[in-house]
């Protein structure tokens, strides 16, 4: 069934993705209920997260479940063993937290995205490095990017910025509270030919709360402001101690709309499924647009993979 499924999709998305210059696309999501996984096509390789059944109610039956998704995933998309690489969401095994390191193989490869290049690791963490439920978003940012200054926040491998210097941006600010993603974002500017010059393009390495809290130096505005936070988020490194984005949103609008220029757009998005928006709860002066619709790739069946905001200030405001 699952493999059956997966050579459908992948016939039926590889001249798609060809035209559209996607080497790395999503070919099944929980489609088949009793496959409870997630199949992602990364130009050869294929990178799988198996989600532990309630029925596989003990470690035997959970390995069985899972070594049958990896022979069905195998024979389906007829790739080599080595070009698999599986990973595990279940009570069992997933004691590890989102973005911590949980293995040291070190699968990496550089991908093409729409003209662009990305450093992706198959299998050193749960994810990959680069989130394909935004490769529309990223389109967008570059699209208007042109002689803009750009804050990305929770910026991760960089993404949104890489596609911010390809369509000219004048300023690019990039904050993280990894250092290890940092210096993968480095790498994925250098990857296309940008170098971060620490002055007009820089990365800061700071919590994002608190970056904003300290508010803007007198003149720095942006044009457009990224805020893709994660659902949850905890780290000694955190002054509030505790992030959650269903609790925290508002409070996390209100301090980077201090950071936004006149006529600017804040891009505020989540992939929490329990986030309750709320327009009264958008800063006064402000309005808010929900543009999930136009943000969601065509790969993604779930069309819920996340929501996507703009927020700008309102002409009266
Ligand atoms: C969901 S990812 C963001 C994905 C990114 N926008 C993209 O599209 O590639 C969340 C990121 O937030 C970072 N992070 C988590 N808590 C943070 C905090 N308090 N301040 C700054 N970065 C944080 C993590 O290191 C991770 O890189």
Not at 54 to 70: G, I, N
Not at 111 to 124: W, Y
Request: aromatic letters at 12%; glycine letters at 8%.
């Amino acid at each position: 069934m699952l493999g059956n499924r997966l050579a459908k999709q992948l016939k039926h998305l590889r001249g798609w993705a060809r035209a559209g210059g996607i080497t790395c696309f999503r070919l099944y999501e929980r489609d088949i209920p009793e496959f409870p996984a997630i199949v992602d096509w990364y130009d050869g390789d294929v990178v799988a997260w198996v989600y532990q059944r309630t029925r596989d109610d003990a470690p035997e039956k959970v390995r069985a479940f899972e070594d049958r998704c990896e022979e069905e995933i195998l024979d389906g998309l007829q790739v080599a063993g080595a070009r698999l690489h599986m990973k595990y969401r279940g009570r069992i095994r997933d004691r590890a937290e989102q973005y911590d390191r949980v293995d040291d193989r070190g699968v990496v490869k550089v991908v093409e995205e729409q003209g662009l290049r990305f450093e992706v690791n198959l299998s050193d963490y749960l994810d990959t490095g680069l989130f394909l439920d935004h490769r529309k978003t990223r389109s967008i940012i570059r699209h208007y990017a042109k002689g803009k200054r750009v804050l990305n926040l929770f910026a991760y491998t960089g993404s949104f910025t890489v596609y911010a210097r390809a369509g000219g941006a004048a300023a690019t600010t990039t904050v993280d509270m990894s250092k290890t993603y940092q210096e993968w974002t480095r790498r994925n500017l250098e990857l296309n030919g940008f170098a971060v010059d620490g002055d007009a393009h820089r990365l800061v390495h700071s919590d994002c709360l608190q970056f904003l809290s300290e508010g803007p130096r007198p003149g720095e505005q942006y044009d457009y402001i990224v805020l893709d936070p994660p659902t949850f988020s905890n780290s000694k490194r955190m002054d509030a101690g505790s992030f959650a984005v269903d609790r925290d949103w508002p409070r996390l609008v209100e301090l980077a709309v201090r950071w936004l220029a006149d006529g600017g757009y804040l891009y505020f998005s989540t992939n929490s499924r329990q986030l309750k928006w709320l327009d009264e709860l958008v800063p006064a002066g402000h309005v808010a647009r929900e543009i999930s619709e136009r943000t969601v790739p065509d790969d993604f069946r779930n069309r819920r993979i996340h929501r996507c905001w703009t927020v700008t200030k309102s002409v009266s405001g």
